[in-house]
């Protein structure tokens, strides 16, 4: 029987892993390789190039998660898209690449399935985002005090009833610390055909490993170390979806000590099949992905999409 040792010499040197039987790159990302195994840069990056090639396991996620949206609309939730909106990323995506892992970077994955995702919790706070910066822009508030003010004012205070209609719209639609926001974000999954290739590989250059590690001094002596990592590629497709809890909104319109300037906000944002609210909506998530981009590093125009 091979040392452990000597099984790692037999996988890497000789390239011998079958990687083709592998179904969940999830748990091949996450939990088959070791520390000892990826050690070196060079086999870092031979594990990634055999990853990224795991067949993923395709199953009709347009017709999963429609199903959870059907379930959700029994429960009294209205589905705001009423059709599916797609956008497609237009830059490499990388979610969960600080998460711990051996590798030293990560990327989120569905834990069963195995393909990238992009969490609703991610998605909601760009998008809440882009609402607050449109606030602050209509409230002609710029310097730094107005909008640590402002944000103070949507994020952790109660909902009163002598606030701005804008600034109520907001609260009711994400929350604050005392109250749960009526929008629910989904998961974003990626529309995904058989045998369609989705990863890339990006390295990240550290030139002042010591520096940064050590506490050491920065100087032009030090080799760069590339680090490699798993990132979504350009041209993948993905499905969102946002819905509105129309039964705690009734619930709220029929209590007497509820304010009664959120209530007309709520009857507002009822109007027209919340046509109004679609708009907007369509419009805080397209300019969130198109503009400012999701997940890491998108200030070097990760995560961005069309």
């Known amino acids: 029987m091979r040392s452990f040792k000597e099984l790692l010499e037999h996988i890497y040197n000789k390239n011998n892993i079958d990687f083709s039987k592998c179904q969940n790159l999830s748990l091949a990302l996450n939990k088959f390789i070791k520390k000892e195994i990826v050690e070196q840069t060079k086999e870092k990056s031979k594990f990634l190039n055999a990853i990224k090639k795991v067949p993923k396991v395709i199953i009709d996620f347009k017709n999963r998660i429609s199903l959870q949206v059907e379930s959700l609309k029994k429960q009294g939730y209205i589905n705001i898209f009423e059709s599916d909106l797609k956008l497609k990323t237009s830059s490499r995506l990388v979610i969960g690449l600080g998460s711990e892992h051996v590798l030293e970077t990560s990327l989120t994955l569905h834990h069963i399935f195995g393909i990238p995702y992009i969490p609703s919790s991610a998605l909601k706070g760009v998008v809440r985002m882009v609402s607050f910066w449109e606030i602050a822009q209509n409230l002609n508030k710029?310097?730094?005090?107005?909008?640590?003010?402002?944000?103070?004012?949507?994020?952790?205070?109660?909902?009163?009833?002598?606030?701005?209609?804008e600034i109520l719209k907001h609260k009711l639609l994400f929350g604050t610390q005392s109250f749960k926001g009526l929008l629910v974000f989904l998961d974003a999954y990626p529309l995904i055909q058989e045998n369609q290739e989705?990863?890339?590989?990006?390295?990240?250059?550290?030139?002042?490993k010591s520096y940064y590690t050590q506490n050491g001094i920065p100087g032009d002596w030090e080799s760069p170390t590339p680090i490699t990592f798993l990132t979504v590629k350009e041209g993948?497709?993905?499905?969102?979806?946002?819905?509105?809890?129309?039964?705690?909104?009734?619930?709220?319109?029929?209590?007497?000590?509820?304010?009664?300037?959120?209530?007309?906000?709520?009857?507002?944002?009822?109007?027209?099949?919340f046509y109004q609210l679609k708009n907007d909506l369509i419009r805080w998530v397209e300019k969130a992905l198109k503009e400012f981009g999701v997940g890491a590093k998108t200030r070097l125009g990760y995560g961005i999409f069309n």
């Open 198 to 208: 989705i990863f890339e590989l990006d390295i990240m250059n550290v030139h002042y």
């Open 142 to 165: 710029k310097i730094e005090k107005e909008l640590e003010e402002l944000q103070e004012q949507l994020y952790d205070k109660e909902i009163s009833n002598n606030e701005d209609k």
């Open 236 to 273: 993948v497709e993905f499905c969102f979806y946002v819905l509105f809890d129309e039964h705690r909104a009734n619930l709220l319109l029929g209590n007497e000590d509820f304010s009664q300037n959120a209530k007309n906000v709520l009857k507002d944002l009822k109007q027209n099949n």
